[in-house]
């Protein structure tokens, strides 16, 4: 096989590879925002879009100093979108719904939350290494 032929077979192979691995993603992610799994360290939220639609979302809570913090760690991240633009959210830790107010993080504080509220390499992966942004949780 002359080295042009060897070339292109492993770009093929490569874009192959690099198809299954976004499929995976996509799959992962599918499966995570159907199933919204909750566990001792999750909350739902509530945000509203423009039109005051509300739509609910699992998410990771991390305490630190006293203060809660959320985390968009998914490619998937309408409810951050919603939660900038109105940031009158909603909160249920598990006695209901209260008023909280969405508090996008900037500077020192970002990250101190970034350097504390860690995922592992796999999630990461798993994730296709979405960006991640941070909010704390202010009652209203």
Request: aromatic letters at 14%; a negative charge.
């Amino acid at each position: 096989m002359s080295g042009n032929k060897i070339g292109k077979w492993s770009l093929i192979g490569i874009g192959v590879l690099f198809l299954l691995y976004v499929a995976q993603v996509v799959a992962f992610e599918v499966r995570l925002g159907v199933n919204q799994p909750e566990n001792q360290s999750t909350i739902v939220i509530a945000t509203f879009n423009d039109e005051g639609e509300r739509a609910e979302r699992v998410v990771r809570l991390t305490e630190i100093d006293g203060e809660d913090y959320i985390a968009a760690n998914h490619w998937p991240r309408a409810w951050y979108h919603q939660a900038l633009e109105n940031p009158q959210i909603e909160v249920d830790y598990g006695n209901g719904f209260e008023p909280y107010t969405a508090v996008p993080l900037e500077g020192a504080e970002e990250e101190k939350v970034r350097s504390i509220y860690t995922v592992g390499f796999e999630f990461r992966f798993r994730t296709g290494f979405p960006p991640r942004y941070f909010m704390r949780l202010d009652p209203r």
